[in-house]
Protein backbone atom coordinates (compact mmCIF):
# COMPACT_ATOMS: atom_id res chain seq x y z
CA UNK A 1 0.00 0.00 0.00
CA UNK A 2 1.14 3.83 -1.24
CA UNK A 3 0.17 6.30 1.91
CA UNK A 4 1.23 9.99 1.89
CA UNK A 5 0.86 11.50 5.33
CA UNK A 6 0.36 15.03 5.61
CA UNK A 7 1.50 16.35 8.25
CA UNK A 8 2.27 20.27 10.07
CA UNK A 9 4.45 21.86 11.89
CA UNK A 10 2.49 23.72 14.48
CA UNK A 11 4.10 25.08 18.18
CA UNK A 12 5.01 22.87 21.34
CA UNK A 13 1.67 22.86 22.83
CA UNK A 14 3.84 23.83 26.58
CA UNK A 15 5.65 26.59 24.76
CA UNK A 16 4.75 30.16 25.97
CA UNK A 17 4.01 32.56 23.55
CA UNK A 18 3.49 36.05 23.76
CA UNK A 19 1.51 39.16 22.04
CA UNK A 20 3.83 40.46 19.42
CA UNK A 21 5.16 44.30 19.43
CA UNK A 22 2.45 44.89 16.83
CA UNK A 23 -0.27 44.24 19.41
CA UNK A 24 -2.00 41.14 16.47
CA UNK A 25 0.58 39.21 15.82
CA UNK A 26 2.57 36.26 17.85
CA UNK A 27 5.75 36.59 19.05
CA UNK A 28 7.54 33.25 17.92
CA UNK A 29 10.80 33.48 18.93
CA UNK A 30 12.41 30.90 20.89
CA UNK A 31 9.31 29.26 20.40
CA UNK A 32 9.70 25.29 19.79
CA UNK A 33 7.66 23.36 17.29
CA UNK A 34 6.95 19.54 16.94
CA UNK A 35 4.91 17.75 14.43
CA UNK A 36 1.51 18.12 14.87
CA UNK A 37 0.17 15.94 17.55
CA UNK A 38 -2.83 14.35 15.91
CA UNK A 39 -0.90 13.70 12.64
CA UNK A 40 1.41 11.32 14.97
CA UNK A 41 -1.53 8.88 14.55
CA UNK A 42 -2.30 9.27 10.95
CA UNK A 43 1.68 8.69 10.50
CA UNK A 44 1.35 5.79 12.98
CA UNK A 45 -1.32 4.17 10.99
CA UNK A 46 0.37 4.60 7.93
CA UNK A 47 3.56 3.01 8.71
CA UNK A 48 1.99 -0.11 11.35
CA UNK A 49 -0.18 -0.61 7.78
CA UNK A 50 3.26 -0.94 5.81
CA UNK A 51 4.88 -2.98 8.19
CA UNK A 52 2.29 -5.40 8.59
CA UNK A 53 1.78 -5.89 4.70
CA UNK A 54 5.66 -6.28 4.22
CA UNK A 55 5.59 -4.09 1.67
CA UNK A 56 4.78 -0.69 0.13
CA UNK A 57 5.91 3.09 1.31
CA UNK A 58 4.97 5.84 2.93
CA UNK A 59 5.64 9.73 1.66
CA UNK A 60 5.04 12.90 4.43
CA UNK A 61 4.16 16.14 2.69
CA UNK A 62 3.77 19.07 4.42
CA UNK A 63 3.51 23.01 3.54
CA UNK A 64 5.34 25.42 5.19
CA UNK A 65 8.70 27.49 5.39
CA UNK A 66 12.46 26.11 5.65
CA UNK A 67 12.55 25.69 9.25
CA UNK A 68 9.62 22.68 8.82
CA UNK A 69 12.30 20.28 7.30
CA UNK A 70 13.24 19.52 10.97
CA UNK A 71 9.72 18.18 11.24
CA UNK A 72 10.09 16.16 7.88
CA UNK A 73 12.97 14.78 9.44
CA UNK A 74 11.23 13.45 11.99
CA UNK A 75 9.01 11.63 10.31
CA UNK A 76 11.55 10.08 8.61
CA UNK A 77 13.16 8.55 11.98
CA UNK A 78 10.08 7.72 12.98
CA UNK A 79 10.36 5.55 9.60
CA UNK A 80 8.30 7.29 6.58
CA UNK A 81 10.51 5.97 3.50
CA UNK A 82 10.38 10.26 1.91
CA UNK A 83 9.52 13.23 2.20
CA UNK A 84 8.32 16.31 0.33
CA UNK A 85 8.25 20.22 1.52
CA UNK A 86 5.82 22.98 -0.20
CA UNK A 87 8.26 25.57 0.76
CA UNK A 88 5.83 28.11 1.17
CA UNK A 89 4.76 31.18 3.69
CA UNK A 90 0.93 29.80 4.36
CA UNK A 91 -1.61 32.51 4.89
CA UNK A 92 -4.26 31.60 8.17
CA UNK A 93 -6.99 29.96 5.37
CA UNK A 94 -7.55 26.11 5.52
CA UNK A 95 -9.08 26.45 1.96
CA UNK A 96 -5.29 28.23 0.40
CA UNK A 97 -3.44 25.73 1.95
CA UNK A 98 -5.83 22.48 0.57
CA UNK A 99 -5.02 23.88 -2.82
CA UNK A 100 -2.01 23.68 -2.51
CA UNK A 101 -1.56 20.60 -0.89
CA UNK A 102 -4.01 19.16 -3.94
CA UNK A 103 -2.92 20.00 -6.51
CA UNK A 104 1.06 19.03 -5.49
CA UNK A 105 -0.65 15.29 -4.72
CA UNK A 106 -2.77 15.11 -7.63
CA UNK A 107 -0.62 13.69 -10.00
CA UNK A 108 0.96 11.15 -7.26
CA UNK A 109 -0.24 7.66 -7.42
CA UNK A 110 -1.48 6.70 -3.84
CA UNK A 111 -4.08 4.14 -2.21
CA UNK A 112 -4.25 6.47 1.03
CA UNK A 113 -4.10 9.83 2.07
CA UNK A 114 -3.54 10.76 5.45
CA UNK A 115 -4.00 13.37 8.35
CA UNK A 116 -4.56 14.11 11.91
CA UNK A 117 -8.43 15.19 12.52
CA UNK A 118 -7.01 18.84 13.01
CA UNK A 119 -4.22 21.02 14.07
CA UNK A 120 -3.50 22.22 17.33
CA UNK A 121 -2.66 25.57 16.08
CA UNK A 122 -5.42 27.07 14.64
CA UNK A 123 -8.16 23.69 14.98
CA UNK A 124 -9.94 24.69 11.87
CA UNK A 125 -10.52 21.24 10.90
CA UNK A 126 -10.95 22.07 7.38
CA UNK A 127 -8.01 21.24 5.36
CA UNK A 128 -8.62 17.18 5.35
CA UNK A 129 -12.22 17.00 3.87
CA UNK A 130 -11.14 20.28 1.30
CA UNK A 131 -8.61 18.20 -0.03
CA UNK A 132 -10.41 15.15 -0.61
CA UNK A 133 -13.28 16.90 -2.45
CA UNK A 134 -10.87 19.20 -4.79
CA UNK A 135 -9.63 15.49 -5.20
CA UNK A 136 -12.79 13.89 -5.83
CA UNK A 137 -11.97 11.48 -3.54
CA UNK A 138 -14.15 9.81 -0.38
CA UNK A 139 -13.25 10.35 2.91
CA UNK A 140 -14.07 9.73 6.55
CA UNK A 141 -12.79 12.18 8.98
CA UNK A 142 -12.34 11.97 13.31
CA UNK A 143 -10.96 8.23 12.71
CA UNK A 144 -10.43 5.90 15.70
CA UNK A 145 -10.90 2.53 14.06
CA UNK A 146 -9.49 1.73 10.23
CA UNK A 147 -9.66 -1.49 8.76
CA UNK A 148 -8.96 -2.47 5.23
CA UNK A 149 -9.35 -5.48 3.20
CA UNK A 150 -8.15 -5.52 -0.08
CA UNK A 151 -9.10 -2.16 -1.66
CA UNK A 152 -12.19 -1.76 0.81
CA UNK A 153 -11.96 0.51 3.74
CA UNK A 154 -14.45 0.66 6.53
CA UNK A 155 -13.67 3.69 9.15
CA UNK A 156 -15.53 4.11 12.66
CA UNK A 157 -15.89 7.30 12.80
CA UNK A 158 -16.67 9.69 16.10
CA UNK A 159 -19.82 12.19 16.06
CA UNK A 160 -21.67 13.42 18.83
CA UNK A 161 -23.67 11.39 21.09
CA UNK A 162 -21.46 8.04 19.65
CA UNK A 163 -19.85 6.80 16.40
CA UNK A 164 -20.55 6.55 12.58
CA UNK A 165 -19.07 3.49 10.60
CA UNK A 166 -17.99 5.31 6.74
CA UNK A 167 -17.38 2.76 3.98
CA UNK A 168 -15.61 3.19 0.58
CA UNK A 169 -13.21 2.15 -1.82
CA UNK A 170 -9.13 3.53 -2.16
CA UNK A 171 -7.61 5.37 -2.76
CA UNK A 172 -9.39 7.52 0.02
CA UNK A 173 -8.73 10.07 3.19
CA UNK A 174 -8.38 9.22 6.45
CA UNK A 175 -8.23 11.76 8.90
CA UNK A 176 -6.97 9.99 12.37
CA UNK A 177 -8.35 10.89 15.71
CA UNK A 178 -6.64 10.35 19.46
CA UNK A 179 -7.22 6.78 20.16
CA UNK A 180 -6.21 4.95 16.17
CA UNK A 181 -2.82 3.85 17.46
CA UNK A 182 -0.23 4.98 19.69
CA UNK A 183 2.27 6.80 18.01
CA UNK A 184 5.68 5.30 18.20
CA UNK A 185 9.34 7.51 19.13
CA UNK A 186 11.67 8.17 16.66
CA UNK A 187 14.57 5.51 17.39
CA UNK A 188 18.58 5.95 17.39
CA UNK A 189 18.77 3.91 14.57
CA UNK A 190 15.89 5.82 13.15
CA UNK A 191 17.73 9.03 13.61
CA UNK A 192 20.66 7.98 11.68
CA UNK A 193 18.85 6.63 8.83
CA UNK A 194 16.82 9.38 8.30
CA UNK A 195 19.69 11.94 7.22
CA UNK A 196 19.74 9.37 4.19
CA UNK A 197 16.55 9.40 2.86
CA UNK A 198 15.10 11.78 0.32
CA UNK A 199 13.82 15.20 1.31
CA UNK A 200 12.38 16.80 -1.79
CA UNK A 201 11.48 21.26 -1.79
CA UNK A 202 9.20 22.47 -3.99
CA UNK A 203 8.50 26.12 -3.92
CA UNK A 204 4.69 26.84 -4.57
Not at 35 to 45: C, G, I, K, S, T
Not at 88 to 93: G, K
Amino acid sequence: MKSIVCIKRVPDSEARVTVGPDGRSLDTSGVKYVMNPYDEFALEEALARKEAAGEGSVTVVTLGPDDAKETLRSALAMGADEAVLLRADPPPDGLVVARALADALRDREFDLLLFGKQAIDDDNMQVPAMVAELLELPCATVVTELEIDGGHVTAHREVEGGHEIVEFDLPGVIAAQKGLNKPRHPSVRGIMMARKKPLSLIHI
